[in-house]
């Protein structure tokens, strides 16, 4: 038998993608003046815009800036080198000092954040304006290492996260962070040179960012005080005036988000997901039971948040249009008016007393902080120290109690936390079932996590049910992607119809690997959707398929949506991941050429990452260019020499040279990093059972179990067994993979006729009964099997 070793594996996932889209039309305002101009009238609105985190979102550094920092006393190490800063005349210098004792020096530029954390930039060359590597915790006047504060912390026992170096582009203002801090930018990006000429009209998020541009309410403002007439027209979009719940919610939802921009020209009025693709918990950055690490992820915890849900909350309820927080007084009065009896009953309803001065933020917006910067809870959701216990989020009784004495005033007695003493207390106060949701949706997130597929029914079920948010639901389509049975494919597809579109956006991108033609009936309806998400995302699976056979109105929509889907390619010259993507693009339409170009070019701005080489490497061996491909693999292994992808490719490709050592120790490495890679498992078993190797069985039991939906796993482990004279294991192997409720008809059907042969009909018929009643079978599978069993009985 020979080996059968698949072809290499594509790492296919789009990143960072973006599109183009039709913004609000805002000509007739004329043009963007500055917040200097606001001044005349709205001096008092000036002062406080000024003063805000919004106004200080970026600011140049200056001598009064400086002589609100401590000074260095002493260098910090970062990696290698020593860093300084040292205030002078003009505002200050970074000083570095190499091991070598070599000196350089730059010019502080800017200063943003400020509210936790104050960060600088410093020029560097080609236009770039690079995030210095130490910070300034305000808090404590300290100093710190910038990119290594970064590092997430991920659970024991996961994979850990690494800092960045600091010259990293994704650590370059002009590449990755200037939407958020400055107002009417233009990038200016030469991609001839991987050159910048950025420039904006003013630092920080002014009026005009929300409001449009003030030249025309200007004039019309002077003209109506020359007459001593009231203004009327403001020309001006106003929040109020013009704008509805969801539309002022989305003005706010780009700079509070981990996502995906999907335009660059997302103006206020328009609809997020009209523009942007947004991060759920099926990143790391979340706990499996959805809190964030304390990363500025507001919007992904506002998707979930019931009163937003609702429709009965919008973020300027609770902030001004500066970011500042209304009720910080008397946080309390934020929940009113829907709370009304609960925030006149706090003591009562929170079981603290009167004198621990306890607010409803305290237990439904705890606060968490990652690399010094700390961040409100915006899901509102109940503490749950169960869910703390069971996945290792925080929770907010424990960030204030470490100890059971604090509870009663004695706060300094915090030792150690208890989780297990707060999840007793508020099960006392709220009952058994206090934060069931809670966990019911971290197990399922968690299943997804660790591939448990056993639980698919499980999730499938949680999919489809009333409990499941928009969040949820995104997560776990996007967890899905990695689960190998066909089973979920009709419970995906019932996703196009969601009621929301980042769930419909996500069902979309979810069916590209699957080619039934109800599915392409389902992508080609979402090209027409109302919202460009879900369009670019259908655009994006229905990529090579053959449409011809449609009508001339689904191909139509199909093109227009096919446009976006480019445009979203394009927007990031100056972004690895851009081009990244359009070599996958290139590569699915069939023009290998343009797709290597493309890769190149990702490999040229980043080329210390591994995707474009992989899949480099796939268009050189589709190409039969076999060598060249190897060459793009031995890159990537310098890059991760633990990376399982990377492995297993060079494994196939060591086995195609007939260097079956080679192969082996390749397949290996992937088995130690990934145990779960059923196709590793597999070719490392046909490696080793050709030698009858005990161990070479043992792997591919592995991969018939791990994916029991593929016979042939199952049979070629069924044929290394009979080769090896071991054929009467064939009935526990074909049982093992019945067990896992995800076998193959064939699997079913051997067994039940190795049954018959030995005249053990009660067993043929309970297996016939069994693959009858299995809910993943086909349907003409399941009645062969009835009609078996039926001839059975008859006997």
């Not at 709205?42 to 000074?71: C, D, I, N, Q």
Request: glycine share 6%; net charge negative.
């Amino acid at each position: 038998m020979n080996i059968n070793l698949p072809k290499l594996l594509l790492m296919s996932s789009i990143l960072a993608a973006g599109l183009s889209s039709h913004a609000i039309d805002f000509t007739d305002q004329g043009e963007y003046l500055g917040s200097s101009d606001c001044i005349g009238c709205h001096e008092r609105f000036y002062e406080l815009w000024s003063t805000s985190h919004h106004g200080k979102a970026m600011e140049a550094f200056s001598v009064s800036l400086a002589k609100t920092l401590e000074p260095m006393k002493e260098p910090i190490q970062v990696g290698e080198e020593k860093f300084i800063v040292e205030f002078d005349e003009h505002g200050g210098i970074l000083r570095s000092i190499s091991p070598c004792g070599a000196e350089k020096t730059w010019r502080l530029r800017f200063s943003f954040g400020g509210r936790n954390v104050r960060y600088f930039l410093i020029p560097m060359d080609k236009g770039k304006l690079q995030v210095a590597p130490v910070a300034y915790y305000v808090h404590q006047g300290k100093w710190y290492d910038s990119a290594g504060s970064m590092v997430r912390n991920f659970l024991e026992g996961e994979p850990q996260d690494e800092a960045l170096h600091w010259t990293d582009r994704q650590l370059t203002f002009n590449t990755s962070c200037h939407d958020c801090h400055v107002s009417q930018l233009e990038k200016n990006y030469n991609p001839e040179d991987d050159s910048y000429t950025t420039t904006w009209k003013e630092p920080g998020i002014n009026c005009e960012t929300c409001h449009g541009p003030a030249e025309a309410h200007v004039k019309a403002a002077e003209e109506a005080a020359a007459k001593g007439e009231e203004l009327k027209d403001l020309k001006l979009l106003t929040f109020h005036g013009d704008l509805n719940l969801a539309q002022r919610d989305a003005t706010c939802g780009p700079c509070h988000a981990k996502g995906t921009i999907l335009t660059r020209d997302f103006t206020p009025g328009e609809l997020y997901f009209d523009h942007y693709d947004l991060t759920s918990y099926e990143d790391r950055d979340f706990w499996p039971d959805g809190r964030d690490l304390g990363e500025n992820y507001t919007q992904t915890g506002w998707m979930a948040n019931s009163c937003s849900i609702a429709g009965e909350l919008e973020c300027i309820h609770c902030h001004t249009s500066s970011g500042r927080f209304r009720f910080k007084d008397n946080p309390t009065q934020a929940c009113l008016p829907c709370h009304k009896k609960r925030v006149e009953n706090i003591h009562l309803h929170s079981h603290h007393a009167a004198e621990t001065g306890v607010t409803c933020i305290d237990c439904h917006m705890p606060v968490t902080a990652q690399a010094f910067m700390s961040r409100s809870d915006h899901t509102f959701r109940p503490p749950s120290p169960a869910a703390s216990l069971e996945f290792g989020s925080p929770n907010a009784c424990n960030l204030c109690h470490h100890d059971k004495d604090a509870m009663w005033g004695d706060f300094k007695a915090h030792k150690k936390e208890d989780m297990e003493w707060a999840d007793q207390h508020v099960k006392e106060w709220f009952g058994t079932d206090s934060g069931a949701p809670i966990l019911e949706l971290g197990r399922i997130i968690q299943f997804c996590r660790v591939g448990n597929w056993d639980k698919l029914p499980e999730i499938l079920t949680y999919l489809d049910s009333p409990q499941c948010d928009s969040p949820s639901a995104v997560a776990i389509l996007r967890l899905l992607n990695n689960c190998p049975h066909t089973e979920k494919w009709p419970a995906i597809r019932k996703q196009l119809e969601n009621k929301h579109e980042w769930v419909r956006a996500t069902a979309a991108a979810s069916l590209q690997y699957c080619l039934a033609p109800e599915t392409t009936k389902g992508l080609l309806k979402a090209t027409s959707d109302r919202y460009r998400t879900v369009r670019i995302r259908a655009a994006g699976a229905l990529l090579d398929r053959d449409l011809s056979g449609y009508s001339k109105e689904e191909q139509a929509a199909y093109e227009k949506a096919h446009a976006e889907y480019w445009n979203s390619l394009i927007i990031f010259p100056d972004r690895w991941s851009s081009h990244y993507n359009q070599g996958i693009y290139h590569d699915r339409m069939g023009d290998p050429e343009k797709s290597l170009a493309a890769y190149e070019k990702s490999m040229e701005l980043r080329n210390d990452v591994i995707q474009p080489l992989i899949n480099a490497s796939m268009v050189h061996a589709r190409s039969g260019n076999s060598t060249n491909a190897y060459e793009m693999l031995q890159k990537a292994l310098t890059i991760e020499p633990e990376n399982p992808m990377v492995n297993f490719n060079i494994a196939l490709l060591d086995a195609e040279f007939g260097k079956l050592d080679e192969a082996e120790k390749h397949l290996r490495a992937t088995l130690k990093t990934d145990p779960q890679m059923a196709q590793a498992a597999y070719n490392l078993g046909v490696l080793l059972a050709r030698d009858n190797k005990p161990e070479g069985f043992q792997w591919l039991e592995s991969a018939a179990v791990l994916v029991p939906g593929n016979w042939n796993y199952t049979s070629s482990y069924l044929y290394f067994l009979s080769q090896a004279g071991r054929a009467a294991e064939t009935e526990s192997v074909l049982q093992k993979v019945i067990e896992t409720g995800n076998a193959t008809p064939e699997t079913y059907f051997m067994l039940a006729n190795n049954y018959q042969r030995e005249g053990r009909i009660a067993e043929a018929i309970e297996t016939y009964k069994k693959a009858k009643l299995n809910p993943n079978l086909p349907m003409e599978a399941k009645r062969a099997a009835a009609q078996q069993e039926q001839q059975l009985r008859a006997q």
